[in-house]
């Protein structure tokens, strides 16, 4: 099958490089530049280029049968102009698809300016597992009109609907519903968490045990469970302030996803109040360690990462940072030239090495959860920290055995 | 004054002036506007609405010269000791002089501009490390109704980060009580403002905001992170506990009703951000240049301060209201109580020898539509003669989310209504039966600003200072003082013990008895 995919970003070239996979003939209609951030990303364009299934180009057919829009959310405009030129092709068998999280409604637009019905398809991929997550999806979630139009979206997501049907048909209004309203459902959840977490810690619980206790319940289930410092990245908290725009006006004004935001940009500098409350209010000249940088493991994405704001309130209350994370990027450095004074970028010291950046620490944050922290090297941090004193913002280590090897130890609720 | 030539010339011309009725004057002249107005960037002064005619004028004129108006508006720029009676200056001019800034004012700027980013960061962290939310001024007088005034007034000009600000002066601590009901310790700082940093009013509320903290606080030490201290003694906040960084500082020569021109407007600069508390000391140093620089002739801080004077002194009037039509100057009539009637509120001259003549009148008011549906009344149709002030503003308010054509309908409105009752006050309306009869012929001015943003608000308040300044010139007053007020603290003080020691010995018996009578109240049910 012929298939146009519009769109730079992560979920469209995933999209056209899982397509071509599957044996169909996809031109990509935009560049190449933002791959580098998912893992074996480039290892599948480049595989299906050399096959010749896959073309980058700037000029596409309006002909050909099945034109995916896979625009961010802000390029509307662009996904309308698309809709404008496809509205001049004569191909009767014509299927478009909108992969775009764009506002909601704007689904209507498309279908009038295109004169053609169109398939929603939300893509609920997570960063970092984006290629695994198209190839087996959980679900399929198809918004349409027309049987028509439905049985040719079928025809070319089969490959990927093998093991068991995962298809779910509803109308384009609820298929775009669906994908806010899943993210809002999990930032739900995660505040709630974070929320407990901190009720935990006055009353002398710990969520972990609570958390288990509650993942229990069928009802419940254990995903999305775990208190932390706050969830980020570039579509999730992006999605979660869009969809409260959306529901603010219609819903019942009572402000919860306002409060699960205000949870969750709390819980970014939860760390830092731990170690505020630890030094009584005087941080100045501590050198704080940080274990990760990104919002979350395997993933050079920063956006919204709960590092930058401990980096922010360490730096204004006069510490000196040493931070170690497995792959920073250009995106870090230009972070701190925007968000940092020169004086606050002096403070920051970049390790090569984790241990190394916690050479006379007063404090190791783990902010991050990448697999190289799991396990701690306590003789290496005791010998080089100053304070042993460890902040663990994801609940990753066992605190009775870094208790009983002298290190001061906060967890999240615990 | 009354020695003056002026002085001499004016009473006849006071005396025919009374015999005319206002709205002749205008029939005389269509064109009165014309000489009886005077306009600056973004002001203008309508004073034709006054018994006045060119004669009078000159000879008010005639009267600031012979008082050495001159000389003594350049002793105020230089700084000179005119506050004679506490050997201090009077320089609150320096405080705004954004042309060419005191080195000692522009760093305490800087420090409260430091201070201001870290709130608005969301970096000036509580003893739980949670940021800063809420702001609690406690000062009295200068430090509470200056800061008080504007903010309310230019609340729709705030900073987008800015905390909420919150005040209290009271010392019976209702307010203060009722705020800490509802505020989270974790996210609240207390801005204590008290120039000698001893003020009982202002301590005593600054004791109970600390034992609240210390009530939710871990532990002792990291209490002071939430006040922050504002005064000319830092021997006195750091003895109270207020850390170095948390210090700002002011000067002697700032008199308390002057203040919020310096680091006492942090409460501003925190709800508008720096950008708005230097818009406002450029309004403010804008008429400064003004006060400084025009002729006599065409000074409005002059001629506003010598029609008060003519109207107090020649014509008798007894009182004077302050009439601003835009609700956001609801404060705006109690600040000028306290800048008018607490510096020329005074029957004593420089000199120490009584004086024999009128001085500040009582001067009240309220927001103008308000006030219409309570003391207008007097005004149209009582026997008291008043000078009023009305103050308006051509454009109103402006946001985006609101109708464009509702948001002229309510301005139209306001200023039909302002503009109606200051004719109605001068023309009146004639009518057999005397219950519908409108006297009119009571005098006032009109003050047109463009609009009420930080700068021309600043602009008004330093007119007013200098009208008051330019009256104290002619009354022969030493308008930077107050003894006024002290002997009701000392009085207050003895009458304290009194109450400790639940005697009322040596105390008069009015005050004896009323003392009785509330023990007894307090007893009962």
């Given amino acids: ?414 | 004054m009354i020695h003056t030539h002026a002085y001499a010339m004016l009473q006849p011309l006071a005396e025919s002036m009374k015999a005319q009725h206002l709205k002749e004057l205008f029939a005389q002249d269509s064109e009165r506007f014309k000489p009886f107005h005077l306009e600056k960037e973004g002001l203008l002064f309508d004073f034709s609405k006054q018994k006045i005619n060119t004669e009078i004028i000159d000879e008010l004129l005639n009267l600031a010269t012979e008082q050495q108006l001159d000389t003594w508006i350049e002793r105020l720029f230089n700084g000179d000791k005119i506050n004679h009676t506490e050997n201090r200056a009077a320089w609150h001019t320096a405080l705004r002089d954004v042309s060419s800034p005191n080195p000692e004012v522009a760093k305490q700027w800087r420090k409260m501009e430091s201070l201001v980013n870290q709130v608005h960061q969301k970096q000036f962290r509580g003893y739980s490390g949670k940021p800063i939310l809420d702001i609690i001024n406690i000062g009295v007088g200068g430090s509470d109704l200056g800061p008080l005034m504007v903010t309310h007034a230019l609340d729709k000009d705030k900073h987008e980060h800015a905390p909420d600000v919150h005040f209290v002066s009271t010392l019976d601590a209702q307010q203060l009580h009722k705020l800490l009901k509802r505020l989270d310790p974790a996210t609240t700082l207390f801005v204590v403002a008290s120039k000698s940093f001893a003020t009982i009013d202002t301590l005593s509320l600054a004791d109970t905001a600390k034992e609240w903290i210390e009530a939710h606080a871990p532990n002792q030490e990291v209490v002071m992170n939430h006040f922050v201290g504002i005064s000319t003694n830092p021997t006195k906040m750091s003895k109270w506990g207020i850390l170095l960084r948390h210090q700002l500082i002011f000067w002697e020569w700032v008199g308390g009703r002057f203040s919020l021109w310096s680091t006492i407007g942090f409460s501003i600069a925190l709800r508008l951000g720096m950008q708005g508390y230097n818009d406002m000391l450029a309004g403010a140093h804008a008429m400064d240049q003004h006060f400084k620089q025009t002729p006599f002739k065409q000074n409005i801080p002059v001629l506003l301060g010598l029609i008060g004077v003519w109207n107090t002194n020649f014509l008798n009037l007894s009182a004077q209201a302050i009439l601003p039509y835009d609700s956001r100057l609801k404060y705006f009539a109690s600040y000028l109580e306290q800048l008018e009637m607490e510096s020329n509120g005074k029957r004593t001259k420089r000199d120490g020898t009584a004086i024999t003549y009128r001085t500040c009148p009582i001067l009240w008011g309220e927001v103008g539509p308000n006030a219409q549906h309570a003391f207008y009344q007097l005004l149209h149709q009582g026997t008291e003669r008043v000078m009023s002030d009305f103050i308006l503003f051509s454009q109103g308010v402006s946001q985006p989310d609101r109708d464009r054509d509702r948001e002229n309908y309510h301005h139209n409105l306001n200023i039909a209504n302002c503009l109606a009752q200051s004719r109605a006050m001068m023309s009146g309306d004639a009518n057999e039966d005397l219950h519908k009869d409108y006297p009119g012929d009571q005098v006032s001015n009109t003050l047109l600003l463009k609009k009420l943003d930080a700068y021309h608000l600043g602009m008004l308040v330093a007119l007013y200072e200098h009208k008051v300044f330019v009256q104290s010139v002619i009354w022969d007053i030493n308008p930077f003082d107050q003894w006024g007020v002290e002997l009701g603290k000392k009085l207050a003080v003895d009458i304290f013990e009194h109450i400790k020691a639940q005697s009322v010995d040596d105390l008069d018996s009015s005050t004896a008895n009323l003392l009785k009578n509330i023990w007894k109240q307090r007893h009962e049910n």
């Fill in chain 1, 1 to 414: 099958m012929k298939i146009n995919v519009f769109g730079d970003n992560i979920s469209a070239l995933v999209c056209a490089g899982c397509l071509a996979e599957t044996g169909n003939h996809v031109v990509l209609v935009g560049h190449r530049d933002n791959e580098h951030s998912e893992p074996n990303l480039t290892k599948l364009l480049d595989t299906q280029i050399d096959a010749g299934r896959l073309n980058i180009s700037s000029a596409f057919d309006i002909e050909t049968e099945y034109q995916i829009i896979s625009f961010d959310p802000e390029q509307c405009e662009e996904g309308k102009r698309i809709a404008l030129s496809l509205s001049k092709g004569h191909n009767p068998d014509r299927c478009i698809i909108i992969r775009s999280n764009f506002t909601m409604g704007t689904t209507k637009t498309i279908e009038k300016l295109a004169k053609t019905p169109c398939i929603v398809n939300p893509d609920f991929a997570s960063e970092g597992r984006a290629i695994q997550d198209f190839r087996r999806p959980d679900r399929i979630i198809i918004g349409h009109r027309t049987p028509e139009t439905l049985t040719q979206f079928k025809r070319l997501f089969a490959p990927f609907n093998r093991n068991q049907n995962v298809m779910i048909e509803m109308s384009p209004e609820s298929a775009e519903l669906t994908k806010y309203a899943t993210n809002a459902m999990l930032a739900t959840r995660i505040s709630l968490m974070n929320e407990l977490a901190e009720a935990s810690e006055s009353l002398g619980a710990d969520i972990e045990e609570v958390r288990q206790g509650i993942g229990a319940d069928q009802r419940i289930g254990t995903s999305y469970l775990y208190a932390g410092i706050g969830f980020g990245g570039t579509h999730f908290a992006k999605d979660l302030y869009r969809i409260h725009n959306l529901i603010n006006p219609s819903g019942s004004k009572e402000g919860l996803l306002d409060a699960v935001i205000r949870i969750n940009d709390q819980q970014k500098e939860a760390l830092f109040r731990k170690a505020w409350q630890h030094f009584d209010c005087h941080l100045e000249d501590k050198i704080i360690t940080l274990w990760g940088i990104s919002y979350k493991p395997n993933s050079t994405s920063i956006e919204g990462a709960p590092s930058l704001e401990l980096i922010k309130a360490f730096l204004n209350q006069g510490s000196i940072l040493q931070i170690f994370d497995p792959m920073l990027d250009a995106d870090f450095t230009m972070w701190m030239r925007e968000n940092l004074s020169l004086e606050q970028q002096k403070r920051v010291h970049i390790a090569t090495d984790m241990y190394e950046a916690t050479q006379n620490s007063d404090a190791l944050c783990l902010v991050t959860e990448w697999q190289a922290f799991l396990s701690l090297d306590l003789e290496q941090l005791k010998a080089k920290m100053r304070t042993p004193l460890i902040l663990d913002g994801r609940n990753l280590y066992d605190k009775t055995w870094l208790n009983d090897n002298q290190f001061t130890y906060y967890g999240i609720g615990r």
